[in-house]
């Protein structure tokens, strides 16, 4: 299976302006989305899309492809990510590369790894679906078991649509929520079904403590504090393995 990677990055971005490269923890948020699909066994190519030129020289630094500059009215802030990602498809289609499947990388979703992105598209090539998608468990309050919408005559409704909630705690079935880190589908389904998703998806669950999804301020704070613990982790075990490595050899 031949997987295009690719990464939208737009200009315009409003609760963190400039957030595509601005620096997290020393680093351009687009780098870390670029090292994780650059470091995936299971990507074939992995290109950039943007209108903004600062941005496409960013990627270039980062050694991602950038073959194109988005049209602008594939750009704005209302614009969905569907037309985004069949534009970049068909583009390379007319160029003479084609692919069985698109896998879609948010550089707002830093925090996964190349192994989230291969998992994905092992899941998609080998569970007969039409799109994986990453995932988070519900919390049980917020189970649509127990969630309500207020109608027009502000009655509250069941979301299920049934009459009564289920009454223990034990008996919800288990609810998941997009993640946004990876969105892996078929290409017939993207270009010809009009649609990222499909009708059959499956979701690969990520871990809580490593997501971060950044639309704002508060997000981007978050996620400097993940890679902050990330980073102190790190430097922890290499100090543990070399103290390891200097007490063996002084005791030979």
Not at 167 to 193: C, K, M
């Amino acid at each position: 299976m031949r997987v295009l990677g690719l990464i939208p990055a737009r200009g315009g971005s409003k609760g963190v302006p400039r957030k595509n490269i601005k620096l997290l923890s020393g680093r351009p948020l687009l780098a870390y989305t670029a090292e994780a699909a650059l470091s995936s066994r299971l990507l074939s190519r992995v290109i950039l899309s943007t209108e903004d030129g600062e941005i496409a020289e960013a990627g270039k630094n980062c050694g991602l492809e950038v073959p194109f500059l988005r049209p602008a009215e594939l750009a704005r802030d209302e614009t969905p990510m569907l037309p985004v990602a069949q534009h970049a498809v068909r583009f390379l289609e007319e160029n003479g590369d084609c692919f069985d499947a698109l896998c879609l990388l948010q550089p707002t979703n830093p925090l996964r790894s190349a192994g989230d992105i291969d998992a994905c598209i092992e899941l998609l090539e080998s569970g007969g679906a039409d799109a994986v998608v990453t995932t988070l468990p519900v919390p049980t309050e917020y189970n649509p078991h127990w969630v309500y919408f207020q109608d027009g005559q502000g009655w509250l409704r069941l979301s299920t649509g049934l009459d009564a909630p289920i009454p223990r705690r034990q008996e919800l079935p288990p609810a998941f929520h997009r993640e946004g880190s990876v969105y892996a589908t078929r290409r017939d389904v993207l270009i010809n079904e009009n649609s990222l998703y499909g009708r059959r998806v499956i979701g690969h669950l990520m871990d809580p403590q490593q997501s971060a999804n950044i639309d704002n301020q508060e997000d981007w704070e978050r996620a400097e504090r993940l890679l902050s613990r990330d980073e102190s982790l790190s430097r922890d075990e290499s100090k543990a393995v070399s103290n390891s490595f200097s007490l063996r050899t002084t005791t030979r």
